[in-house]
């Protein structure tokens, strides 16, 4: 019996057209919870920042798993669990992108920025729901204020310049446009974990929803894991079932008696 479920928020709890969640994903949530079904998000986004989370900010979670796995908190709460970048894996970072004239967005625990504009950056904008972040600020010191998730604004290719010069850390793309640098020991699969042991779950016990590369790792451990059906081969191959195209979210609460 499935007791907890982990949603990506992205293309698989908003609609990929429309960039909101549907009615029929919140009214889903909304009967899973009443059930005593645990539902929590599962983003690449900084769900402490007021801007990434205003998609989601009308639907109550029971917790958050934000920037792939980096943080897990409550509401606004204090993070409970919290995996930032190594200094000299973000400096790398800054100056593999500097050097290539490319974007990158930086997350803090609870601001994002953009380090340039970009066509790239653009093409994000158009395909979910958020604000372009602000430019970094002059005199911004990662040093002093952790970094737990970075994102180029970068091709496949030129992801493949950049992550050799970064030690501990993996990147997880989501998009064709942009991908993400997390911690190596990082990905939604240890925030799930983390959460699942502050409320005594084991895999068994959990679903998890998702359509990107960086899912992969949660729909791989989750007891079941479902792929959204836009998703591509690498990401169907990890999950245990594929979901339908029309109303994803209800129709997999019904397939499993989450509601």
């Given at each position: 019996?499935?007791k907890?479920?982990?949603?990506?928020?992205?293309?698989?709890?908003?609609?990929?057209?429309?960039h909101?969640?549907?009615?029929?994903?919140y009214?889903?949530?909304?009967?899973?919870?009443?059930?005593?079904?645990?539902?929590?998000a599962?983003?690449?986004?900084?769900?402490?920042?007021?801007?990434?989370?205003?998609t989601?900010?009308?639907?109550?979670?029971?917790?958050?798993?934000?920037?792939?796995?980096?943080?897990?908190h409550?509401?606004?709460?204090?993070?409970?669990?919290?995996?930032?970048?190594?200094?000299?894996?973000?400096a790398?970072?800054?100056?593999?992108?500097?050097?290539?004239?490319?974007?990158?967005?930086?997350?803090?625990?609870?601001?994002?920025?953009?380090?340039?504009m970009s066509?790239?950056?653009?093409?994000?904008?158009?395909?979910?729901?958020?604000?372009?972040?602000?430019?970094?600020?002059?005199?911004?010191?990662?040093e002093?204020?952790?970094?737990?998730?970075?994102?180029?604004?970068a091709?496949?290719?030129a992801?493949?310049?950049?992550?050799p010069?970064l030690?501990?850390?993996?990147?997880?793309?989501?998009?064709?446009?942009?991908?993400?640098?997390?911690?190596?020991g990082?990905g939604?699969?240890v925030?799930?974990?983390?959460?699942?042991?502050?409320?005594?779950?084991?895999k068994?016990?959990?679903?998890?929803?998702?359509?990107?590369?960086?899912?992969i790792?949660?729909?791989?451990y989750?007891?079941?894991?479902?792929?959204?059906?836009?998703?591509?081969?690498?990401?169907?191959?990890?999950?245990?079932?594929?979901?339908?195209?029309?109303?994803?979210?209800r129709?997999?609460?019904?397939?499993?008696?989450?509601?």
């Open positions: 019996m499935i907890a479920v982990f949603l990506d928020v992205d293309n698989t709890l908003t609609d990929p057209k429309t909101t969640v549907p009615e029929s994903a009214q889903a949530i909304l009967a899973a919870r009443k059930k005593g079904i645990l539902v929590f599962a983003t690449g986004r900084n769900t402490l920042s007021e801007a990434e989370s205003k989601i900010a009308h639907i109550e979670f029971d917790g958050y798993v934000g920037m792939n796995g980096s943080i897990c409550f509401g606004k709460e204090e993070p409970f669990f919290t995996l930032p970048l190594e200094l000299s894996d973000v790398a970072a800054f100056s593999a992108c500097s050097e290539m004239n490319v974007a990158m967005s930086v997350s803090t625990l609870r601001n994002v920025y953009i380090t340039a066509d790239n950056v653009k093409k994000i904008d158009e395909i979910v729901d958020i604000v372009t972040p602000e430019l970094i600020p002059k005199g911004f010191d990662y002093k204020e952790a970094v737990f998730s970075l994102m180029p604004y091709s496949r290719e992801q493949a310049l950049i992550m010069r030690i501990n850390t993996v990147s997880a793309r989501w998009n064709e446009w942009a991908f993400d640098i997390i911690p190596a990082g939604k699969h925030g799930v974990q983390k959460m699942m042991e502050h409320f005594g779950l084991v068994e016990d959990i679903l998890a929803m998702g359509d990107g590369e960086n899912d790792t949660m729909l791989e989750a007891g079941i894991g479902v792929a959204m059906n836009h998703s591509n081969e690498s990401v169907k191959k990890s999950a245990d079932f594929v979901a339908p195209a029309i109303e994803p979210v129709s997999v609460f019904i397939k499993y008696g989450i509601i």
